[in-house]
Structure formats: C-alpha cells, structure tokens
C-alpha cells in the first residue's frame, strides 16, 4: 500500500488538471450513512419519500421523514480529515474541482471552493412555486410543510428526488471537467448511480488516469482505475498530503 500511495502521490504532482470526484463513502467518517447498503438509510426508510410525486402529492408525510434525516441527524454532520485533505491540495494548487454526488455541503464546509454539486445541496430549500432559494437556518421545520416566505408556496429540498433530472449548471461543469482533466480522484463511491456513475467513464475516454480511494473495490476498479487505493479516505488522503 506504501508504494501504491508514493506512486498515487508522483501522479497527483505531475497532474496539469486534477479533478476529485466523491460519493457517499466519504462522509460515512462524518456519521452520515450511505443511502443504499446493509445498513444503508433505505434499509430504515421508505426511499417513496424521495419520489417527486409522491412529495407533491404528500408533502407532509415527506417532510417528516427528510427533517428527520436531513436536518435533525444531517445537520449535525462535520467535515472530516478527508473533506479537509481534499481543500487543501486544491490550496496548494493540485485539485482544480470537485464534482459531488454528496448534497451534505461538507466540501464547502471544509474550505473547497469549487464545487460542483451533481445533486443538489440539502443547507437550502427552494420554492416550487415562485422558485426562491432559502438556506436551512433561515426556516422554522417546526411547521410542516415549510412554507414560502415570499408567495407562501411548498419548499422542497434543493437537491434532486427521484423523477427529477440533474441540476444545472452543475451537470454540464461537470461533464466539462471530465473532458479537461488528466487525473480524476475518485472517492467514496461504488460507481452504481447513474447518471453520475458515467463522469468517470467518460473522463476515462478522454484519456484521464484515474486514482480510487475506496474501503471495497467498486465497479470502476478492475474496468477503469490506475491506483487503488484501499482503506479510510480519511487516512489515505492524510498519508498523501505527507508526501505531497
């Protein structure tokens, strides 16, 4: 594993565009638990809550269950040694974005500054009437539905339920980087979510070298990774930036 770091380490120098792309793992060390697994929030929760329509036709039987996920144990959440890691190699120059399948804001939290969201972001909700933007702090959950502070309109999440298609500008930026990259750093995910799982695929096509951090191998591994690295994304990140 030394080696595979020290030459993970020699890439991440030589890179002339350093892309970092992350899924769930990497905020499992954050308390926050992967969506689909053993002990994944769907084996607790009914993913229904999340489909578009049933949130429009229920909305109140959805927010129960998103403030209790989202906000209630979410919201406690901090960013861990990885999401630091990952801010400071792009301090020091070498990550240039960070596209996220995460809506938890723990990248921004940490002091990335730029990041693309490939999802959304919990911290805020939007009107699906009149389409204004509220971050979290600024609404009381303790009224549910959340109402419009300005037309009185239904406030959803702004991050994407099933039924609906990716956000922009984040998905075209994100697709843009894959075609810029020449190193992608792939972290904390199984490559199963589609569309996001297509990023790397196509930043692979495009000539990039992919290095993995992940604790299992995923469906990138053996078909498109260069360097896997295997173990906690938290002490894999700390042992590059030693070297780096």
Known sequence: MEEKIK??????????????????????????????????????????????????????SSWKVINEIFYDFFGKAKPNDAHIGIAKLEKKGFVKAVITQNID???QEAGSKTVFEFHGNSKYLICT??????????????????????????????????????????????????????VFLIIGTT??????????????KNGC?????????????????DTFLQGKASEIINKLLEII
């Open 209 to 225: 070298t992919l290095i993995e951090i992940n604790p299992n191998k995923s469906l990138y591994t053996n078909k498109l990774t």
């Open 7 to 60: 030459i993970a380490a020699k890439i991440i120098n030589n890179s002339k565009h350093l892309t970092v792309f992350t899924g769930a793992g990497i905020s499992v060390e954050s308390g926050i638990p992967p969506f689909r697994g053993t002990d994944g929030l769907w084996s607790k929760y009914d993913p229904i809550v999340l489909d578009i329509d049933f949130f429009y036709k229920n909305p109140e």
């Open 105 to 107: 804001n723990l990248h």
């Open 191 to 204: 490559g199963e979510i589609m569309p996001a799982s297509m990023i790397p695929q196509y930043a692979k």
């Open 129 to 182: 009437n009149c389409n204004s933007k509220f971050h979290i702090d600024k609404i009381n959950l303790s009224y549910i539905p959340p109402k419009c502070k300005k037309c009185n309109g239904l406030l959803k999440p702004d991050f994407i339920f099933f039924g609906e298609g990716i956000p922009e500008p984040a998905g075209s930026l994100s697709y843009a980087e894959a075609e810029k990259a020449d």
